[in-house]
Structures are given as structure tokens and as C-alpha cells.
């Protein structure tokens, strides 16, 4: 996935689109032998994907949406903002704009017997459209979520990932050879509470993506961990270690 890592600074949240382009076949034919290539976080957990037009959600803004369909075993809302994520930096790639979209809803619930995840909506968009500068960017100080001097170069990457109304719930704290991964529970959003832990978990998953993409990038090796949940009554659950190798 070292590939995206430029995209890591490209991408954004596209809500606007270029008037009067479109996407072409071959851009789509590339988007499906795309989403083919996709790597899971969890290989064991069956996924499926459908690219349907807008109108066939309720999505407000794009000319296609990218649905997700998975079986619900556990990890698999994180495993849904791991494999995602990879399609939106790859949309920044080919200059297509993308949003993950939380709260529409598609028409077909459930598909191959697979229940709806979440999806996102895209677009032709113009190279201009796209971050220029990452100091625009608005995300929390890397000293709000990264604990420990280890691997800053890391940190100041990854905190860039983006999540539900930019709740950025993911917490670091790192040592020698190890980051370790965690989700805040306490999180003021716009987004109701009952469904917050729903979507922070599809954006550990993007954040995992985002981690892995810039330690590949700068050669290091590791080994991860998943974690079961753990009380949700806690302030911090742990989602994952990774031991550098």
C-alpha cells in the first residue's frame, strides 16, 4: 500500500464536484479491478462491493457511491475503514474526488447475503480540487493524540487520516518498538451518541490504513495485533499493537 503515501497528503473530503465532467469507462474499468486488489485487514471476513449511481442512495453530493457489504463478525467495521480508505487514497490518485458518508443509506441493505456497511460517494474532480498545502489540514496537535517520542516522524503522517465530523477518536501511545493503538470513548460530535461508537470504529480502521501505509513507506517492518473490545464504559479501548521489527 506504500504506494498511497503521497495520497496521504492529497486527499480530502470532496463534497463538490466538477461541473460538466464525469467519469469515463475507463476510469470506471479501472476502479473495479481496482477495488480487486484491495487488501483486508482481516482476510477471514467475507466482504462484497457495489459502485451504484447516486440516486440510488441518499447521499446528497458525487455521481456514484462505492457501497460496502460485509458479514459482521468482530473487527469487521474495522476491517471496512481498512479496505475503504484504500479506495479513497487511490480516487485522490486518479484525480477522482471522494467522501465517506456516514448517514445515507443505500436501497439494497443487504447484498449476497452480506449486511450494508457504509459507502462512498465520488466524482470527477479537477487537480486543484485537491489539497494543496497540509497545513490546511484541521486536525488535532500530534501531542493531543501521540504519547511518547517514538516514531514522530509516524505521527506526524498519520494524524492526518480523516474520520466522522473529524472526531479523530484514535489515541497512540508509543515505546521502544511498539505503538500501541487505541479508540477515545469521549468524543463530542454532532453524530448521535448511540451511533458514534459505530462510525469511530469504521475510522480506526482508515487510521490503521493510514499507520501501516507510512511504516511500509519508511521501511519499517512490524508485526500487528488486534485487540478485542474491551469495556466500553472505559475512556480508551485498545484496537491494536504493532511491534517493530
Not at 107 to 134: N, T
Not at 156 to 178: E, F, L, T
Request: net charge neutral; hydrophobic share 40%; with cysteine.
Amino acid at each position: 500500500m506504500e504506494e498511497f503515501y503521497d495520497m496521504l497528503f492529497k486527499r480530502r473530503s470532496m463534497r463538490k464536484f466538477a461541473e460538466g465532467l464525469t467519469i469515463s469507462e475507463k476510469e470506471m474499468q479501472a476502479i473495479r479491478q481496482q477495488i480487486d486488489t484491495l487488501i483486508p485487514l482481516e482476510k477471514d471476513i467475507r466482504v462484497r462491493f457495489k459502485i451504484v449511481k447516486r440516486a440510488e442512495t441518499t447521499a446528497r453530493f458525487g455521481e456514484y457511491c462505492l457501497l460496502m457489504y460485509s458479514e459482521q463478525n468482530a473487527h469487521y467495521l474495522l476491517n471496512a475503514g481498512y479496505m475503504l480508505e484504500q479506495m479513497d487514497l487511490f480516487f485522490a490518485a486518479q484525480n477522482i474526488g471522494a467522501c465517506w458518508v456516514g448517514l445515507a443509506k443505500p436501497k439494497e441493505k443487504q447484498y449476497d447475503g452480506l449486511e450494508y456497511v457504509i459507502m462512498i460517494a465520488f466524482g470527477k474532480s479537477r487537480p486543484q480540487d485537491f489539497r494543496q498545502d497540509i497545513a490546511e489540514c484541521n486536525r488535532k496537535e500530534v501531542e493531543m493524540i501521540w504519547e511518547g517520542e517514538f516514531y514522530r516522524d509516524i505521527a506526524d503522517v498519520v494524524h492526518y487520516a480523516p474520520s466522522a465530523c473529524n472526531s479523530q477518536p484514535w489515541r497512540i501511545v508509543s515505546g521502544d518498538h511498539r505503538i500501541q493503538v487505541y479508540r477515545n470513548t469521549v468524543i463530542k460530535s454532532f453524530i448521535p451518541a448511540k451511533k458514534l461508537p459505530y462510525f469511530n470504529s469504521i475510522d480506526m480502521g482508515i487510521f490503521l490504513c493510514f499507520l501501516e501505509i507510512a511504516l511500509q513507506y519508511n521501511q519499517y517492518s512490524f508485526n500487528r495485533k488486534l485487540c478485542g473490545e474491551q469495556d466500553p464504559d472505559k475512556r480508551k479501548i485498545k484496537i491494536a499493537e504493532y511491534h517493530l521489527l
